[in-house]
């Protein structure tokens, strides 16, 4: 299994990135991704996840209403729309496959005020 996120960068206060999570190795059809984010001296706190058994998505409740998980299936790819960008959303941003407990290598997102 491999996870490859990209989409990462630099935004201002209430601008939108979209980060992709390319994946392979595994049945996407069987598909069970999260992201994951780690700011700089705080745990990895989980964002958003979303698998194809029964098209379920799920959110912290900090970023509710504000991201959007999404997955293509044709790409093997899982996105995670992000919008109204906060500082406090600054962190890496890891993508999971939660079958198999793959992480990619993250990407930086960095919101300035």
């Known amino acids: 299994v491999q996870i490859v996120e990209s989409g990462g960068g630099l935004v201002q206060a209430g601008g939108s990135l979209r980060l992709s999570c390319a994946t392979s190795?595994?049945?996407?059809?069987?598909?069970?991704i999260g992201w994951f984010r780690q700011a700089p001296g705080k745990e990895r706190e989980g964002v958003s996840c979303?698998?194809?058994?029964?098209?379920?998505?799920l959110y912290a409740d900090s970023v509710r209403g504000r991201f959007t998980i999404s997955s293509d299936s044709a790409k093997n790819t899982v996105y995670l729309q992000m919008n109204s960008l906060k500082p406090e959303d600054t962190a890496v941003y890891y993508c999971?496959?939660?079958?198999?407990?793959?992480w990619g290598q993250g990407t930086q997102v960095t919101v300035s005020s």
């Open positions: 999971k496959d939660l079958n198999s407990g793959t």
């Open positions: 979303i698998n194809n058994s029964d098209e379920d998505t």
């Open positions: 190795g595994f049945a996407f059809e069987d598909y069970a």
